[in-house]
């Protein structure tokens, strides 16, 4: 069984920064994407930005610029590094990794508010 474990979420103010962190474990199978979604209250989960093993990186349009989505090099952690975060970018934020073989798996979620 996967298991994804987040951290580095937290209250930042405007134009603040903050780096969340996604470790997997529990599969030798590597992984087809590995990315970041999030839910703000009374809104739908949205992705953020993934990863995919063909190298590409896929953004959200709100991010425009201010998030860069990585993984590290043995390709089980994957990070979101947010700049200028925006109040509207406060929602908790998920980690999420799938692969056709063993299927699609969720973190438990990490609150990023970002408030004056």
């Known amino acids: 069984q996967v298991q994804l474990v987040e951290s580095g979420g937290g209250l930042v103010q405007p134009g603040g920064s903050l780096r969340l962190s996604c470790a997997a474990s529990g599969t030798s199978t590597s992984f087809t994407s590995m990315g970041w979604y999030r839910q703000a209250p009374g809104k739908q989960r949205e992705l953020v930005a993934r990863?995919?093993?063909?190298?590409?990186?896929n953004y959200a349009n709100f991010v425009q610029g201010r998030f860069r989505i990585s993984r590290g090099n043995a390709k089980d952690t994957v990070y979101l590094q947010m700049d200028s975060l925006k109040p509207e970018d406060t929602a908790v934020y998920y980690c999420?990794?799938?692969?056709?073989?063993?299927?699609?798996?969720w973190g438990q979620g990490t609150q990023v508010t970002v408030s004056s």
């Open positions: 990863f995919l093993d063909t190298g590409t990186a």
């Open positions: 999420n990794v799938q692969n056709p073989l063993i299927g699609t798996f």
